[in-house]
């Protein structure tokens, strides 16, 4: 019996192990792993072929020097590089374009081309940790992100505005961008404070814990218990923030901001039903939703450019004064 019970615990310690291990992989090759946006030229080729529509405003940008760059401090001491530009005619209004999971700024300039040139507002473009220019340093999937976000928001008075001009923000991403964007804005006092006016969400999942329970499901055919559960106390133990923390759909419950949600009825990577929970969770203040016909994931611009840029601009330009 004695025997038997030391081969159960050895057993039993040796699953434990295996579990640990398992979950700080986990953290590891989703959060902290090299990716394509870490690949600059790689980035500025794939844009381009993607969306030619943006090159004349890029060239023009690059050629005069008005596409600048800076770094700021995340919490901590990483630095985060983000590009910026000033609109083609003298205003306040100023967009923050936060990009998504394995993206980085060069991947948001299509979006970046159409507030700048065409609705004619200063642009700010950061490369999130862990992408670009910025230190390596880990995915958050939006916890810190939307810090950053906050940050670069703060910082646009001093880069935009002046004793005449108070700048006024609208923040707009995409997939994780989109998430960030909504937590980001998950605090009215805080929108207030840095004069945010508007948000707009491409394709954002309602949380992290969300996203990777029905990937780890579809990807690896397992069901969240007990791996993303260990999966979750390694990113805590590692990186300090849980699966919960990312959580748009608790930033969207708490916000009277306005925002417009974007989704493709085809995307299953970020499932198409994750809209309308989000959605249905904002309860306060004014909403609207689009879901693109038959886009995949993050492709509602590129499918369907000249309807999102008028969408869009329609529902930013009604709260940006």
Not at 106 to 113: L, N, S, T
Request: aromatic share 12%; proline share 4%.
């Amino acid at each position: 019996m004695k025997k038997a019970l030391i081969i159960i615990g050895i057993a039993l310690g040796v699953i434990l192990v295996a579990l640990v291990a398992a979950g700080f992989y986990i953290v590891n090759a989703n959060l902290a792993m090299e990716h394509r946006g870490q690949d600059i030229e790689g980035s500025y080729k794939e844009m381009k072929e993607k969306y030619p529509e943006m090159i004349p405003w890029l060239d023009s940008m690059q050629a005069t020097g008005g596409l600048k760059d800076s770094t700021l401090l995340r919490e901590g001491d990483t630095k985060v590089h983000y590009y910026y530009a000033y609109a083609p005619q003298p205003t306040g209004k100023t967009a923050v374009i936060c990009h998504g999971y394995t993206d980085n700024a060069i991947r948001m300039f299509m979006i970046a081309r159409i507030y700048n040139q065409m609705y004619g507002y200063n642009i700010i473009v950061p490369d999130m940790p862990h992408a670009g220019y910025s230190e390596q340093n880990h995915i958050s999937m939006g916890y810190y992100e939307s810090k950053i976000a906050r940050k670069l928001a703060a910082s646009a008075q001093n880069i935009f505005g002046n004793d005449t001009t108070k700048v006024e923000i609208a923040v707009h991403g995409i997939s994780m961008g989109a998430a960030t964007t909504l937590m980001t804005v998950g605090d009215d006092a805080v929108d207030k404070e840095l004069n945010i006016k508007c948000a707009v969400a491409d394709c954002s999942y309602t949380s992290c814990w969300d996203e990777f329970s029905q990937e780890i499901t579809n990807s690896y055919g397992i069901p969240p218990f007990p791996l993303l559960y260990v999966a979750d106390l390694a990113c805590d133990i590692k990186n300090g923030w849980c699966f919960h923390d990312a959580s748009p759909l608790e930033a969207v419950k708490n916000t009277s901001l306005p925002i417009f949600f974007i989704h493709g009825d085809n995307d299953d990577f970020v499932p198409t039903k994750m809209v309308h929970t989000l959605y249905e969770a904002k309860t306060k203040g004014d909403k609207e939703l689009w879901v693109a016909k038959s886009s995949e994931h993050a492709f509602s611009y590129h499918d369907n450019k000249d309807e999102y840029i008028q969408k869009t601009k329609q529902f930013v330009e009604k709260y940006m004064e």
